[in-house]
Structure formats: C-alpha cells, structure tokens
C-alpha cells in the first residue's frame, strides 16, 4: 500500500436517502481531495429504494458507482455489496447522513503503516449543536457481558476502540474482505459494527479512534419512523447474537440462561419485547453455532484471542497512548 497516497473506496449504503444523498457525496468528494488523495472512487449501494434515489445519482452523480438490489436485505447486507464491488486498498463505510469535514483523512491515513491495524474511526459529532457522539469505545466487556457504548471523547490521543462506528469507519480493504466483511445475520440493523470490531480483535488486530478526523452526523430518521417495540426487539435479539457469537464456551449457556429467566419475568409482567427476541434468538442458535465454530477455526494471525485477552490488549494500548500523548 502507498501509505502516502493510498487508494480509498467510500461505500455509501442507501435506502430512500433522496434528500441526503447530494450533502454527504459533495462532502465525501472534499475531504477525499483536501486530503491530498487522487485515486478514490465513491459507490452508492441502493437497498431497493422506493423514492428518487436511484434518479438523482443518475442525473447529478453520474461518477458514483451505483449498486442496485431488487430487495431490501438490511444494512450489513447493504454494505456487504458495496464493499464486494469495491477495489482500492482502504474502505470507507460512511451513512448517508454523515459528513466529513475537509481533509477528514489527513490524520487517518499514516496510521495503517502498521500493518496490524484493521480500521480507524474518527470522531463523530452531532450536526448543528456539534456535541460528541461517538468516540473511542471502552472495553466494557467480562466473560458473561459485552457492554460497547460507553464513548471516550479524548480530543487529542489516538487511542484503541472495541469496535468502529458503521457510520465513519476506514477499513483496510484486504483484511475486510477476507473476514468477509458484515455479519448478515445482524440484518436488519444493530450491532453488526460492534461484531466486525470484536471480530477483527479477536483476529490480533487494532481498532483505533483518531480524533483529528471529524464529521458530522445528523440522526437517521429512518429506524425512527419505525415501530419502536420492533426496534427494541431486533436491537435485543442482535445483543443475543453478539453474545452467542463470541462469549467464551463455559460461560455460552449461562448467558442463554440468563436471558432465557429474566425474558420469561419480562413477559410475565407483559414486556414482550423480550420473549419476542428470545424466540427469535433461540431460533438462530444452530446457525450462529455453525458460524461460532467456524470462526474459531479462522485464525489468520496465529489463533483467536478470548474476550479476555481482548480487553487486556485495549486497556494496555490505551495506557501506552494516554502515557505517549502525556509524558511525565
């Protein structure tokens, strides 16, 4: 890779973002050229829209690479076709509702000289009150709990990250593609950028936050306009796969357990978010066992680290970080 000049793919997944489209693509086109890179390419991978999406890149955009689905699959699988059809050296997901500020990847770049780091993410702030939204993400995690949103909002240390948001995330093309990139069994929506991230880890490589990469993202109306008892469902269920996915083997069914107690309280009470999702979950088990077991076989890097070991790396990278940027 030409670390000073690299190749970058910016995958845009969309589905009905007529109206967001023209912003986030103008944006993506500056921070790509006031950061000094030539050899780029923008694709716009469609989600079987209804609205006049598919029109305005035609009319406006007729550079972007559009891909086309005849069926709404969900988001991993959205971008799972934009980044199939990519072909430069770095992938950039970006949501269609975010911005990037000018030379967005300045900063981001000159850290994929180390050839163990699998993506970078900046900082992500709210557009129009510019509070911080997403930073580096603590690992919160223990040997029965993946906890991934508490955010630290270091304006100045790079630092590691459990995982990289789906909406900003550079991504060095050949390990993405090689992992296969998104878990589609996530699809809908819900934490499949929290599963890549624990993923690529457990692989052996590094996840870092680069604050001096920002953008700017307005919330996705979207999952908003959706029912919310649906939402909560499917966010419930995927918190279950992540779970299933990577929990070490003695303590796997103690989870199943547990939730499998406290879904039945749930319901007793009349929540039946929780049963829904449960139902749904135990249903996926034999395919997420085949997908455990595999994974545990995949190991590119020697073999796969535990959630443990994982979360000792991150905390020993954060300290070193912390220690570099601040000298005593």
Partial sequence: MNIKNPSISIVIPNYNGFKLLPETIEHAKNALKSSGLSDFEIIVS???STDRSLDLLAQSFPDV????????????GNVNRGIQRSTKELVCLLNSDVHLQEGYFTAQVPLFENPMVFGVMGLIQEQGTKVFQDGAKLPSVSNVKI???KNNFSEHEVLPTLFLSGANALLRASYLKEMG???ESFNPYYAEDVELGIRAWRMGWTLLYQPASRCFHAQSSTILKLPSDHV?????RNKHFLHFLHLPDGFLWVYVLQVSVKAFFQVMMGNRVHGKALLSFYRAIPALMKQRQAFQNSSINGRV???????KKILRLMELSQTTANPS
Wanted: net charge neutral; proline share 0%; aromatic share 4%.
């Fill in 46 to 48: 469609d989600d079987a």
């Fill in 305 to 311: 680290l535990s959630l443990m070991e994982v979360r």
């Fill in 232 to 236: 909560r469902t499917v966010a419930k």
């Fill in 147 to 149: 906890d991934s949103n």
């Fill in 181 to 183: 990139g998104l878990n």
């Fill in 65 to 76: 690479i559009l891909v086309k689905s005849k069926e709404n699959s969900g988001f991993a």
